[in-house]
């Protein structure tokens, strides 16, 4: 069994930040690209940034220069630190990893449950 837990979300007022992290743990022997995604009410999930396991990152543009997402390999976490929230920041946030569980078998994707990121105006 794979899990993704996460933690962090929360409610926060505009300007302010948040840190997530995401865990995973079970039976894996390799992760590849761990990321975040978030989904607001009624829109669809999208992605809001990613990272290699070399640590090349991928951000999308209404994010940039404000979230900075990490990864500390030896712990199989990655981590998202949100600055300068907006409102329109508000969505669950969702982690993924794309991972194997054995050296034979092939890379496939994992979510997490979500996590609750709300920012007031």
């Known amino acids: 069994q794979v899990q993704l837990v996460e933690s962090g979300g929360g409610l926060v007022q505009a300007g302010g930040s948040l840190r997530l992290s995401c865990a995973a743990s079970?039976?894996?022997?390799?992760?590849?690209?761990m990321g975040w995604y978030r989904q607001a009410p009624g829109k669809q999930r999208d992605l809001v940034a990613a990272i290699t396991s070399g640590g090349i990152t991928n951000y999308t543009d209404s994010v940039k220069g404000r979230f900075t997402i990490s990864r500390d390999n030896a712990k199989n976490t990655v981590y998202l630190q949100m600055n300068s929230l907006k409102p329109e920041d508000t969505a669950v946030y969702y982690c993924?990893?794309?991972?194997?569980?054995?050296?034979?078998?092939?890379?496939?994707?994992?979510w997490g449950q979500g996590t609750q990121v709300t920012v007031s105006s």
């Open positions: 993924s990893a794309r991972l194997k569980k054995s050296w034979i078998t092939r890379f496939d994707n994992y």
């Open positions: 079970g039976s894996i022997v390799s992760i590849s690209t």
